[in-house]
């Protein structure tokens, strides 16, 4: 259910492909101003933006432990990382 939701978030927002690739979450197609993408790249260390293809990837975000966090973690993440694109 909580994935649904999500999708349709998405569809929204215009993302038509969002997706986990290794230690990084992938979204696209997004468009950023610089300033924006300076301000995201200080909230999220890592992040990748390729303005040619509209593709922006942001490392996932690590437990305690320093291991990538899963599930619900991963998807409360996201829709954070979302509601910031569209702001």
Same mark, same amino acid.
């Given at each position: 259910?909580? /994935?649904? $939701?999500f #999708?349709? $978030?998405? %569809?929204?927002? #215009?993302? &038509?492909? =969002?997706?986990?690739? #290794? %230690?990084?979450? &992938?979204?696209?197609? =997004?468009?950023?101003?610089?300033?924006?993408? =300076?301000?995201?790249?200080? *909230?999220y260390?890592?992040?990748?933006?390729?303005?040619?293809? &509209?593709?922006?990837? $942001?490392?996932?975000? &690590?437990? +305690? @432990? #320093? @291991? +990538?966090?899963?599930?619900? *973690? /991963?998807? %409360?993440? +996201?829709?954070? =990382?979302? +509601?910031?694109?569209?702001e």
């Amino acid at each position: 259910f909580p /994935v649904t $939701i999500f #999708g349709q $978030i998405c %569809n929204r927002l #215009g993302l &038509k492909d =969002v997706s986990l690739m #290794g %230690n990084a979450a &992938k979204f696209s197609p =997004v468009t950023l101003t610089e300033a924006k993408q =300076v301000q995201l790249s200080l *909230k999220y260390p890592g992040l990748k933006y390729l303005h040619s293809a &509209k593709l922006l990837s $942001i490392p996932l975000p &690590k437990d +305690s @432990e #320093g @291991e +990538s966090t899963a599930d619900m *973690k /991963v998807l %409360n993440w +996201s829709r954070e =990382v979302i +509601s910031e694109l569209s702001e």
